[in-house]
């Protein structure tokens, strides 16, 4: 078996690659993997090709984006260079390079668990393969099943289309399910109001003539398959199959760490002018610990970049010093620096405000629990902001749909009196 693994991806798998990696990790190896891997304060190309040049086996994730990927390009190029045993793992069906038409493959756009284990099994013995799959289609029973209830899903919602968003989140769904790019937060929130607009589709409409839909069996229908839909939107198989903005936000792990603190750290944080409440609570959190704030990133040993829609990226250059960018709004990252590195998920509040304090003399402990992996552009609140903004939005639409049995009123009585 490789004492060590290298995973080369992009961005757009990273949901799957970090599956892979805690499965890796399970199993008792060692992979390499940038956002795990790479240290703080070190320039990190250097410490990309040592972690090639160390790996017995390079992981190639492949996919549109890995292939069309300069920085993946270097990667495999340079494992060919050191004459590097590349084994690719498909994650969509593309056309490939020559160079790497002759290496071996898994498909993993199927069963996870069961791609999983011809990976380990291929690690004991190398075997003679034909060109990897370049076109098609190909996916599991999970994500034919989630197509299969979206689409029923869709017909019953057909009542509650005065809504407009309901249409414009669940018609598309279908087809965004097979393409890997839905909008996971946004489809939640359509499923989870489904029934409540189905209920007053049926108040509504059901006593007027013209209406010739069945309410109650869609009503049925709908608050059936929408929560099934929900948890198969959820699952690992579709965070592992999907986009990232198609996989449920993760939280940081749960973690309670000693309460002693071994030393103090000198700490600098960087932040727009309207997170200064945010920056002031975890300046507070950390100088009640007796961790000193300077006022110079040069002078601290770990900085803090508070990254919000106000400001998403850092001055701070992570290949030099220790950086860690704390998530406080969702927001799209698009600096490369940012993205190399784990990010601590503050998004549902300041709760884990002591663990960082008591971990920040051990950066490695600190990222292992509360580190998240680096997808951007997700949705994650806090509980308490969550549920108002549900409310205030099917308020909102509550408070418009009044209007509609009062203009139907209107026009039944006209339409009465013509007649």
Not at 231 to 242: D, E, F, T, V
Not at 252 to 272: G, K, M, S, T, W
Not at 345 to 359: C, I, P, W
Request: proline letters at 7%.
């Amino acid at each position: 078996m490789p004492n060590s693994l290298f995973i080369s991806y992009s961005r757009q798998e990273v949901s799957f690659v970090d599956m892979l990696f805690k499965a890796l990790e399970g199993s008792g190896f060692q992979p390499w993997l940038d956002y795990q891997s790479l240290i703080p304060g070190r320039p990190w190309f250097d410490q990309i090709l040592a972690g090639i040049d160390a790996a017995e086996i390079v992981l190639l994730v492949v996919s549109r984006s890995s292939i069309d990927s300069k920085n993946v390009e270097d990667e495999y190029q340079r494992a060919l260079e050191q004459k590097k045993r590349i084994l690719l793992l498909i994650f969509e069906a593309v056309p490939l390079p020559p160079v790497l038409q002759s290496c071996e493959w898994i498909d993993f756009r199927g069963s996870f668990n069961k791609q999983y284990k011809l990976l380990l099994e291929k690690f004991e013995k190398t075997s003679p393969q034909a060109i990897p799959p370049q076109k098609g289609f190909k996916t599991s029973f999970t994500i034919w099943l989630a197509f299969i209830i979206s689409l029923v899903t869709v017909v019953a919602s057909i009542p509650g289309w005065w809504t407009i968003f309901i249409p414009v989140l669940l018609i598309p769904l279908p087809f965004h399910i097979l393409k890997r790019n839905f909008h996971f937060y946004r489809v939640r929130f359509a499923l989870l109001t489904l029934p409540v607009v189905l209920a007053l589709s049926w108040a509504f409409f059901l006593p007027y003539e013209f209406t010739n839909v069945p309410f109650t069996y869609c009503w049925i229908a709908g608050t059936f398959t929408a929560p099934i839909l929900l948890l198969l939107l959820a699952s690992k198989r579709m965070r592992a199959w999907g986009k990232p903005s198609a996989s449920a936000p993760q939280t940081a792990q749960r973690y309670i760490p000693d309460d002693q603190l071994h030393n103090a750290v000198p700490f600098y944080i960087e932040h727009a002018p309207e997170d200064t409440k945010y920056a002031n609570a975890i300046i507070k959190g950390l100088t009640k610990y007796g961790h000193p704030q300077v006022t110079d990133a040069a002078q601290a040993q770990i900085s803090f970049a508070v990254i919000s829609r106000y400001k998403n990226t850092t001055s701070v250059n992570p290949e030099k010093q220790i950086v860690f960018p704390i998530l406080v709004q969702d927001t799209v990252i698009e600096d490369a620096a940012l993205q190399r590195v784990q990010w601590i998920d503050f998004r549902r509040g300041l709760k884990n405000l002591k663990n960082l304090a008591l971990l920040l003399p051990e950066p490695a402990k600190l990222t292992k629990a509360l580190g998240v992996i680096p997808i951007s552009g997700q949705v994650l609140y806090p509980r308490i902001i969550q549920m108002l903004d549900y409310f205030l939005t099917l308020l909102a639409f509550f408070s418009a749909s009044i209007w509609i049995p009062c203009g139907l009123n209107s026009i039944s009585n006209f339409w009465h009196t013509k007649t």
